[in-house]
């Protein structure tokens, strides 16, 4: 443990000493005017901050002379274009989101507009746009870039696989757990006891609870690091969600035995012409419903909580006027901090929620078809499909 926690320290360390560094090495000004306060310059910051971003940004401030200065440290932008694979770094765009600082690299020349990044054709200088907002003037490239929300996936993998490797090491060895380990030790015997356990069965559930506790920690820490001001917004990127979605499909898909792929194909004791009817309802649910559920579900509800928490923090920008700048900062202080405290609730119940879901339909595609109850090796009843139906219902 003593080791895992001197990496961590040693982790933390680099990464603000880099961050610093970075942030106030530059002197040059950048494309942004000034401070956010106005309802244009909270909407258009609210907007940003949800969306993903190709460079560490932790804040910004003007300095004496006027200059725009940031905080924080560039990311590896990677892209493939016309003229193959090319790297840089995001530092190259100087915080430019507009489209207005071309990069020249690998013989091509690319701009970042919007968070994405276009490669221009031979003589343009902007991205230019149709009715359809399609690009007249420019082709998107294949972005592998390592972005702000790809930095806290890795950063949150790395605490767990630490985490989780002293905890199994403390029971390798028979002991009782000692430090962190305490903490995760109820927290993992929950999610087996009270997820795993009831929704697959005691025959199975063992298979999928590493499944289910990665799931499980790696939702809720990611949603616990997006409460913190380094800004993270990792679950709130569908994209991420719907990587998440898509696991839980393959996992469930491919574990489904005989008797599920029976049920959902050709339905028994169910009248002969309508059991057609009933495979492609029960496929749909299978391949679309039960991911799309999931994946929104989290996103939505994250994403949601970051822009309430960062509207109401703008209160005292847009209502300042009204209640005078101490009587808004206040109604922001009070109002915001309760909201926060709501969003470290949500933050859990959207892991569990995912994790509990996730089981059922684990559950439902392993569970044996039998009406007669069985019992395990201990005792204990075995849950049938029809039982993990009727709870999932």
Same mark, same amino acid.
Do not use: C, Q
């Given at each position: 443990m003593k080791k895992a926690t001197t990496y961590l320290r040693t982790l933390v360390t680099l990464v603000f000493l880099f961050g610093s560094y970075a942030g106030f090495g530059k002197t040059e000004p950048t494309q942004e005017e000034g401070p956010v306060n106005g309802k244009e310059e909270v909407d258009a910051y609210i907007k940003h901050h949800i969306k993903d971003?190709? #460079?560490?940004?932790?804040?910004?401030?003007?300095?004496?002379?006027?200059?725009?200065?940031?905080?924080?440290?560039?990311?590896?932008?990677?892209?493939?274009?016309?003229?193959?694979? !090319?790297?840089? +770094?995001?530092?190259?765009? *100087?915080?430019?989101?507009?489209?207005?600082?071309?990069?020249?690299?690998?013989?091509?020349?690319? !701009?970042?507009?919007?968070?994405?990044?276009? /490669?221009?054709? /031979? &003589?343009?200088s902007s991205v230019s746009f149709d009715e359809e907002h399609h690009a007249t003037n420019a082709s998107k490239v294949l972005d592998f870039s390592i972005t702000k929300s790809v930095v806290g996936i890795l950063l949150v993998g790395l605490l767990m696989l630490l985490a989780f490797s002293s905890l199994a090491r403390q029971y390798k060895n028979r002991k009782v757990p000692t430090g962190f380990g305490r903490v995760l030790e109820p927290l993992v015997i929950y999610v087996r006891d009270e997820i795993a356990r009831p929704n697959i069965g005691e025959k199975k559930y063992r298979k999928f609870t590493g499944y289910l506790l990665t799931v499980f920690f790696f939702i809720w820490i990611l949603n616990l690091l997006g409460l913190t001001p380094l800004g993270f917004n990792v679950t709130g990127q569908l994209a991420v969600t719907a990587c998440l979605a898509i696991f839980t499909l393959i996992v469930y898909t491919f574990s489904g035995n005989k008797d599920y792929w029976m049920h959902m194909l050709w339905m028994p004791d169910a009248p002969w012409w309508i059991r057609p009817v009933l495979a492609v309802i029960e496929l749909a649910g299978a391949f679309i419903i039960k991911p799309f559920s999931l994946l929104v579900r989290l996103f939505a509800n994250i994403s949601a909580g970051h822009i309430v928490v960062m509207s109401l923090?703008?209160? +005292?920008? $847009?209502?300042?006027? $009204?209640?005078?700048? &101490?009587?808004?900062?206040?109604?922001?202080?009070v109002l915001s901090f309760f909201i926060t405290l709501i969003e470290v609730l949500v933050a859990f119940l959207q892991a569990y929620i995912f994790t509990m879901l996730s089981a059922l339909?684990?559950? +439902?595609? !392993?569970? /044996?078809?039998?009406? #007669? *109850? &069985?019992?395990?090796?201990? &005792?204990?009843?075995?849950? #049938?499909?029809e039982d993990v139906r009727a709870d999932f219902i």
């Open positions: 971003s190709h #460079d560490f940004h932790l804040f910004s401030y003007t300095d004496d002379t006027g200059e725009r200065r940031h905080v924080g440290f560039p990311l590896p932008v990677i892209v493939w274009s016309s003229k193959g694979l !090319v790297t840089f +770094m995001s530092s190259a765009f *100087h915080h430019d989101d507009d489209g207005e600082v071309i990069v020249e690299k690998g013989g091509t020349r690319f !701009v970042k507009l919007h968070s994405k990044i276009y /490669e221009l054709n /031979e &003589g343009a923090i703008a209160i +005292m920008f $847009t209502l300042k006027d $009204t209640l005078t700048v &101490g009587g808004a900062t206040a109604l922001s202080l339909f684990i559950g +439902m595609a !392993v569970a /044996e078809h039998d009406h #007669d *109850h &069985g019992h395990d090796d201990h &005792g204990e009843e075995v849950p #049938d499909a």
